[in-house]
């Protein structure tokens, strides 16, 4: 297979070409011969244009990358080693939905040919490729694992927004189904993979290490998250208090703040998914999932507080909201937390505005049902600053007394105007 694959007599197809799937369509592109499949043909039309739908890659990404963009699913026939790349998301109870992989699985099965190999990427809990997905490739192929084709799993690990720990940056874990897969697919992906691959000893073994990695972060985050309660109704300052701490070499420097995103808030739920099933109930997990989901209640409340304390009526307020992506300098706003904070502070009777750089206005209404302003106005009873992005990096203390009704309130998520925000002219509160 990975003769054949260097010598572009057989084809590489990447399913789904959201920010994990095109940027490895197109390292791949590099020394393979690369199909690109996604189901949406204005996003498709966008690649072959040389656009990257979610704008993390430059035009220049695409140049002199042997990769062909479609819709069609019968193209994937020409194919004979595809890679998953869909979105694995979790539904408004936390429960893995797994449509858009098990829907590839489908259009893969269609398109499967004796010899052929496929790779999942997206995050499953450990047991998914084999116990749900297999399945459906046998089904529509009449093929059989093993024998007739090859499966493996390789666990995405791209960083949205990050420019140095890109794809070609980063270890890749592979597995296979047996020595023989995990050996071409290895090949596969060292080609492309500067500091190498990390063979694992199963394809469970594959599933569960990606699954604890956004698990382990979640719970540490959470950890920080509570701190930040607690020292909120201490009156000290969180971020004093981790600098003071992390002065010993051994202490892990974490921030507080909304977890949101498809990955960090969405994992954990796929391992307590599959734990339940197995008759344990995960306690830690959980509880660290409770605390970062409640975050943004958490700041509204405070922010209300502030507004009552200085005499503002919640009901004839108003609040910017700076940021709306689920995390700095990107324009994704999937799983947005702060989305649950513009929720919460409307329950409040709070009349709240949104702004945002990166984000786009229709996706944000589609998704959440408000649109964003497209300039920052004046006269708000608070600011609230959400995301980090570099455009709001650089603001004063001026800047928000000018667009601020006395006296001026901010409330800084990030931390991003720690130490600078020194006069009294304003009240300034962070996590």
């Known amino acids: 297979m990975y003769q054949e694959l260097l010598e572009k007599k057989k084809t590489i197809a990447v399913i789904g070409l959201g920010y994990v799937g095109l940027p490895i369509a197109l390292e791949f592109g590099k020394h393979f011969k690369v199909i690109g499949f996604d189901i949406k043909p204005e996003r498709v ?10 704008k993390e890659l430059p035009t220049e990404a695409f140049d002199n990358k042997d990769v062909t963009f479609t819709a069609n699913p019968d193209d994937l026939k020409n ?28 259009t893969i099965g269609k398109a499967l040919k004796a010899g052929d190999y496929v790779i999942y990427e997206s ?21 059989t694992m093993g024998k007739d084709f090859k499966v493996g799993y390789s666990p995405e690990r791209i960083n949205p927004g990050d420019k140095k720990n890109t794809i070609a940056n980063i270890i890749k874990i592979v597995s ?31 599933e569960a290490a990606k699954v ?4 382990q972060r979640d719970l540490n985050i959470s950890f920080v998250n509570e701190l930040a309660i607690i020292f909120s109704k201490m009156g000290i300052s969180t971020r004093d208090v981790i600098n003071a701490a992390a002065t010993k070499w051994n202490f892990i420097k974490l921030q507080p703040g909304l977890v949101g995103g498809h990955c960090i808030g969405v994992d954990p739920y796929y391992l307590t998914y599959k734990s339940k099933q197995l008759g344990y109930d995960p306690q830690v997990i959980l509880s660290g999932r409770r605390i970062n989901d409640s975050m943004p209640f958490f700041v509204a409340k405070k922010t209300v507080q502030h507004m009552i304390k200085e005499g503002k009526d919640p009901k004839d307020t108003k609040v910017l909201v700076m940021g709306i992506t689920f995390k700095e300098n990107v324009s994704d706003i999937r799983n947005s937390k702060v989305a649950d904070l513009v929720s919460e502070l409307e329950q409040f009777s709070v009349k709240v505005e949104v702004h945002d750089p990166h984000a786009n206005t229709d996706e944000v209404q589609h998704e959440y049902g408000f649109h964003l302003v497209d300039k920052i106005g004046k006269n708000y009873d608070a600011i609230i600053a959400a995301v980090n992005h570099k455009e709001y990096m650089d603001l004063d203390e001026d800047y928000f007394k000018s667009i601020m009704t006395a006296p001026p309130i901010l409330v800084d998520i990030k931390s991003m105007y720690y130490k600078k925000i020194k006069t009294d002219d304003i009240i300034y509160w962070s996590l």
């Open 176 to 206: 296979g189904c047996d020595e023989e897969s995990l050996d071409h697919i290895a090949k596969v992906y060292e080609k492309i993979i500067i500091p190498g691959v990390y063979r694992a000893e199963s394809i469970k073994v594959a």
């Open 123 to 143: 995050t499953v809990y450990p047991g998914c490729t084999e116990e749900d997905c297999v399945p459906i490739l046998e089904k529509h192929s009449g093929l």
């Open 45 to 54: 039309e966008m690649m072959k244009n040389h656009e990257d739908p979610s």
């Open 212 to 215: 604890i990695e956004n698990t």
């Open 79 to 106: 194919a004979h080693f595809f890679v998953v790349a869909v979105p694995t998301p979790v539904d408004q109870h936390k429960v893995p939905n797994l449509k858009p992989v098990l829907s590839a699985s489908d």
